[in-house]
């Protein structure tokens, strides 16, 4: 199938269970209510967004996203968003040290100071793998919103370190690996052992794929062991540009699953960065692809490794014929039917999705967004993030959806 870039785009991941119906290895994290303010899981907004703060699945804990608008101050917003992760995690009796996987969305490139000198002040001396990213806007006028993958044992928690790759106090650890899961860090253009950036977007994408192979080969892998990946450009009209080297990288027909989101800025003055997820044991990866979805050199409709379903991002297409209609409630729809598609085709069904991030073109969309988004889900609702990307002139779609689903 052709991949779409999106105006709109919705990253969804669902989990079915609940505290009075609960299986053992699926749970909500549902922590008391501190004097804090918890953006985004309706935990003092009258309860009625969709989502759950947490969501636990065979010993790896989905967090929604979490934002701090209590206060105008960035560093405040930025602190508070960090301590309400933190009370999530203590909700599921972890911590930041059990982290593996953190993304972080702000709204203006001048609070990344702020951003870090709060960050490294908070995280602790095992940081997690890491993604920051500006974005067009996030729900509530927030300035700033975090959520993260963490694992029950932080035992089996590992940095990567490709040789010769630079170390610190306050630098992101390239990789973590999670017993067979390895969760990367933002990889961008820039030479990790020369701190020069590429001159131009092709070059600066292909070293970004190099890094991220480097990665991978420091962890005993390879790019064929990659389960999903969030291309983001900071740029218009490079989207062709970044799918022809991407598809280089990967074997037709057996692609990551993908979602290519278009934000505001990235760290660095980069204009490329890589975010990915891969699996060391290639025996438990299978590409999964509906009948009404073709191959495609640069995305898989979904990869499933072991009990995990990693779908990519679907927009309100119809396939075969596009898209039809510029209403945004009938694309959200067709985008869920799209990616029930997948689901169906391991035997599993909304039920099973466990973290979602949603991007909406326009953020006055959030509310509509919530009520039809909670028409495919029941109670515990799936982790959520929102936020709103910056979009491709002359893109027709309102929103883009994609999945991380467990088995039960």
């Known amino acids: 199938m052709m991949h779409r870039f999106p105006r709109v785009s919705v990253c969804l991941l669902f989990l079915t269970a609940s505290l009075s119906a609960q299986t053992p290895a699926f749970k909500v994290v549902q922590p008391p209510v501190p004097p804090l303010r918890f953006a ?33 101050d960035f560093a405040g917003q930025m602190s508070e968003a960090m301590g309400n992760v933190q009370t999530v995690l203590h909700g599921a009796g972890m911590d930041f040290g059990n982290v593996v996987w953190l993304n972080i969305y702000l709204t203006d490139a001048h609070d990344l100071g702020a951003l870090d000198d709060v960050y490294w002040k908070m995280i602790g001396s095992s940081p997690p793998a890491r993604t920051v990213l500006t974005v067009a806007a996030l729900p509530h006028d927030e300035k700033v919103e975090i959520n993260c993958i963490a694992v029950a044992d932080a035992g089996q928690r590992k940095a990567i370190w490709p040789a010769g790759w630079p170390r610190g106090p306050h630098v992101d650890p390239p990789a ?3 017993g067979e ?28 794929l190099e890094n991220v192979s480097t990665v991978l080969n420091a962890a005993q892998m390879s790019m064929k062991n990659v389960l999903w990946v969030n291309p983001y450009m900071s740029v218009s009209g490079q989207y062709d540009v970044m799918g022809k080297v991407y598809k280089t990288y990967f074997e037709f027909g057996n692609t990551p699953g993908r979602g290519t989101i278009q934000v505001v800025g990235l760290p660095k003055g980069e204009h490329m960065v890589f975010s990915c997820i891969a699996g060391a044991d290639l025996t438990k990866r299978k590409a999964v692809r509906p009948r009404n979805m073709p191959p495609s050199p ?16 679907k927009d309100g297409f119809i396939p075969g014929q596009g898209m039809v209609t510029s209403l945004f409630d009938l694309q959200l729809r067709q985008s869920m039917r799209n990616l029930l598609d997948g689901l169906e085709e391991v035997d599993m069904d909304f039920s ?22 909670g028409k495919f889900f029941r109670p515990p609702y799936p ?24 088995k039960k």
């Open 40 to 72: 985004s899981v309706g935990m003092t907004r009258g309860g009625d967004e969709v989502l759950s703060p947490a969501l636990l699945a065979n010993g790896t804990l989905y967090l929604s996203g979490q934002g701090g608008g209590s206060t105008k």
């Open 298 to 313: 640069t995305a898989s409709p979904g990869i499933l490794y072991g009990d995990t379903l990693y779908l990519s991002a």
């Open 181 to 208: 899961i390895l969760y990367l860090s933002a990889q961008g253009g820039e030479d990790p052992l020369t701190g020069k950036l590429k001159s131009d977007f092709s070059a600066e994408t292909r070293q970004a």
């Open 383 to 406: 982790a959520r993030t929102t936020l709103q990307q910056n979009f491709e002139t002359g893109e027709e779609a309102a929103e883009q959806i994609s999945f991380i689903a467990v």
């Open 352 to 373: 099973n999705v466990v973290f979602s991030t949603v991007y909406l073109r326009e953020m006055k969309d959030d509310k509509q967004m919530n009520e039809l988004y």
């Open 176 to 178: 973590i690996l999670a």
